[in-house]
Nanobody, 129 residues
């Protein structure tokens, strides 16, 4: 079964850092753009960051710009999300998914009429003092 396995979440104080990992299982990341998404209780899923297949395009939600950094290591079949200066409002379940189109996008429901694929179970990030 092709899916992502997310890890690295946890409980952290405001201002702290976490590094999330998104490991591909059952398929190769090389051919896909990857997006990180999050969903807080009672809220809709939102796009956080994305990276193109080659890594030359990255995008960030305005709420995380300057604090989060996305990267990919195709040799390890893994995408990372470095999160610094965490805020209480960053608390959510973080998941990653595949985007088959060139470039990348932050639209939570999919891009160019196609939903994202290979969703994992997500990793919980809780920012609290």
């Amino acid at each position: 079964q092709s899916q992502f396995v997310e890890s690295g979440g946890g409980l952290v104080q405001p201002g702290g850092s976490l590094r999330l990992s998104c490991a591909a299982s059952g398929f190769t990341l090389d051919y896909y753009a990857i997006g990180w998404f999050r969903q807080a209780p009672g809220k809709e899923r939102e796009g956080v960051s994305c990276i193109s297949r080659s890594g030359d395009v990255t995008k960030y939600a305005d709420s995380v710009k300057g604090r989060f950094t996305i990267s990919r290591d195709n040799a390890k079949n893994t995408v990372y999300l470095q999160m610094n200066s965490l805020k209480v409002e960053d608390t959510a379940l973080y998941s990653c998914a595949v985007d088959v189109y060139p470039g990348c996008g932050l639209e939570a429901g999919g891009r160019l009429g196609r939903p994202y694929d290979h969703w994992g179970q997500g990793t919980q990030v809780t920012v609290s003092s």
